[in-house]
Nanobody
Framework: QSQLVESGGGLVQPGGSLRLTCAAS????????VGWFRQAPGKGREGVSC????????NYADSVKGRFTISRDNAEGTVFLQMNSLKPEDTAVYYC???????????????WGQGTQVTVSS
């Protein structure tokens, strides 16, 4: 019973860009802290980026700093992950998770999406 939906994944060449969107099916993400996670085959799920419920704080994994940007559109109640300069090692299923009035990071994210596939290959 996923309440979050990720979109925007696909196949892209190294150096290309993708923009992922996280949206809630029954509510808006305004005032929710949101994290982006990814899981590659044979690997554990890792945190990629997060944004606080207020939008005032963000954080990025070292592997994506300078390349990925997390943001939110409060008018639409959505959260984005802009991914630039993509590398093959970015290939994974990307998930978003949310928690009401949550911080960045929140260990108790209680809303998760089903994930969207990102494949970076030449």
């Amino acid at each position: 019973q996923s309440q979050l939906v990720e979109s925007g994944g696909g196949l892209v060449q190294p150096g290309g860009s993708l923009r992922l969107t996280c949206a809630a099916s029954e509510f808006t993400l305004d005032f929710y802290g949101v994290g982006w996670f990814r899981q590659a085959p044979g690997k554990g799920r890792e945190g990629v980026s997060c944004i606080s419920s207020s939008g005032g704080h963000t954080n990025y994994a070292d592997s994506v700093k300078g390349r990925f940007t997390i943001s939110r559109d409060n008018a639409e109640g959505t959260v984005f992950l802009q991914m630039n300069s993509l590398k093959p090692e970015d290939t994974a299923v990307y998930y978003c998770a949310a928690h009401y009035l949550g911080d960045c990071w929140n260990d108790a994210y209680d809303n998760w999406g089903q994930g969207t596939q990102v494949t970076v290959s030449s």
